[in-house]
């Protein structure tokens, strides 16, 4: 894969006339490609292999899958498992979030295996979502129903993915629990028809809220504003008893996060134990407190936007009143040290990216490298979008969160290739893991999580700054990281 700082087609000098003046699709043209296409021997061997075969499989570089090697000088010391599968679910964010804590709960309980409920985060970043909805319906209520934006969150109303910074926002609300004590529904792990009944209901519910507040402008026209939204948030209160009944149906009751539990186990010796407390003590229980969560941030590499600069994104979240959503753009450099630095702490990395992209998703290998695919040569073309381009022309955003958890230094200390531990399940990937090499990290990872300890320094005041620059809900960086297990 070929990236440039400009396209390279050369501009035009003088007026061309096209085969078709109208602008229609000219059969003149077809057989000037054609033509074009029929004394290329490269065209004709492509068309010999290419009509049978996908051309992800025909056109893998061997070079690539040699070369792309499950082998990290710099790891983790202490290993977890068993590899996590999200199943048909697009909670990638919550699984790589589960996944970084579980590092310090099996260290500190001696545990060979163990999973944090991913559900019950589901469950209470669900709810809060559709009351962040109806709570944007009842502040946009006078906007009209076509408005790009009212449109706009109406289609991503209640996705099951999220940000960092959303993940924040649950965990100080609501603690975390062991897997055992609120484990997978059929709904967690099949998320569609659950999301198709609660967009459903949602819709409805927004539209309930718009009548609702002209009865009552017509009806007492000198309310003032205040009390108008306080009528509405009561409604609102009505109607979100029928999503908390829809998915404590299909998702079970949580926990209560101040209500205590008992959770039984065995370690590794096969020694058992027990803990008591509530969700939001576990996790006070187990937490670094040199690497709280609420201290760690987003660390982004948006060539659109201008670096050293703190970004927001305008009504994005899950938790009304919650952390907002926050980035902190820098060069792509700071990303990597970023992690390198992490990882010789014995920190996992929450990062986010589009897995999308030149990526072995079917392979028993796991290979993310924009030298995987030979497109270039099969076809006679070049691949010229850069990462700005590609942001900006809608070809690219973040997609997927996962976790790294090893590297691969040159002789120079610089980055060769990742180790990334993926919630896909162990059946994908190298054993549930993958491989990334440094120049796809380049090109598509735009989020890396990084503590305040091991940030640089005019990066964390940056973060803790109270400037920040606003971007459209629509922007490429609002994209919840949200991918679903490939077909």
Not at 226 to 237: D, I, N, Q, S, Y
Request: hydrophobic share 40%.
């Amino acid at each position: 894969m070929t990236a440039v700082s400009s396209i390279a087609h050369p501009e035009p000098t003088a007026p061309v006339q096209p085969l078709s003046a109208d602008g229609s699709l000219s059969l003149r043209s077809v057989h000037a490609w054609e033509g074009a296409a029929a004394t290329s021997p490269k065209t004709q061997l492509a068309r010999t292999v290419l009509a049978y075969a996908d051309i992800r499989n025909a056109l893998a570089r061997r070079e690539a899958r040699v070369a792309d090697v499950h082998v990290f000088n710099t790891e983790l010391e202490f290993k977890t498992g068993p590899v996590t599968n999200q199943r048909s679910s697009g909670r990638c964010w919550l699984f790589a979030t589960t996944n970084v804590l579980r590092y310090d709960v099996m260290k500190k309980f001696n545990l060979k295996e163990f999973q944090l409920s991913q559900n019950y985060l589901f469950f209470w970043d669900k709810l809060n979502k559709a009351n962040y909805f109806l709570e944007l319906c009842i502040q946009e209520v006078e906007r009209p129903l076509d408005d790009r934006l009212i449109m706009h969150l109406s289609d991503d109303l209640i996705p099951d993915g999220g940000q960092w910074d959303m993940v924040v926002n649950l965990i100080e609300t609501y603690g975390v629990v062991p897997q055992p004590i609120y484990p997978e529904s059929t709904h967690s792990s099949l998320s569609l028809p659950l999301n198709k009944l609660l967009k459903l209901k949602l819709r409805e519910h927004k539209l309930v809220l718009r009548s609702f507040h002209s009865s009552l402008r017509a009806a007492s026209p000198a309310l003032a504003d205040a009390e108008v939204v306080a009528t509405l948030r009561a409604k609102k209160e009505e109607l979100l008893g029928e999503v908390y009944t829809i998915m404590s149906a299909t998702l079970g009751v949580p926990p209560s996060p101040d209500a205590a539990f008992v959770w039984d186990y065995y370690d590794k010796d096969g020694k058992a134990g027990s803990w008591e407390g509530t969700p939001k003590q576990f996790l006070k229980a187990f937490e670094n407190q040199e690497h709280k969560v609420s201290d760690s941030f987003s660390l982004i590499n948006d060539p659109r936007n201008e670096y050293s600069k703190l970004y927001t994104v305008d009504k994005l979240g899950n938790v009304w009143g919650g952390r907002p959503v926050l980035y902190v753009n820098t060069e792509i450099v700071n990303l990597k040290n970023a992690v390198i630095k992490s990882l010789k702490a014995g920190l996992p990395v929450f990062f986010g990216c589009d897995v999308g992209q030149f990526s072995d998703r079917e392979g028993p290998t796991g290979i993310l490298d924009v030298a995987l695919f030979d497109f270039e040569n099969a076809f006679d073309i070049t691949l010229n979008l850069t990462k700005e381009d590609r942001l900006r022309v809608g070809e690219s955003s973040m997609t997927h969160a996962m976790v790294i958890s090893g590297v691969h230094l040159n002789a120079e200390g610089k980055p060769v290739r990742y180790k990334v531990e993926n919630s896909w399940g162990e059946d994908r990937g190298n054993k549930g893991y993958w491989v990334m090499t440094d120049r796809w990290f380049e090109e598509f990872v735009y989020q890396v999580v990084v503590s305040k300890v091991v940030a640089p320094d005019d990066l964390v005041k940056v973060f803790e700054g109270v400037e920040k620059i606003v971007l459209p809900r629509w922007d490429p960086m609002a994209r919840h990281l949200s991918t679903l297990l490939p077909a």
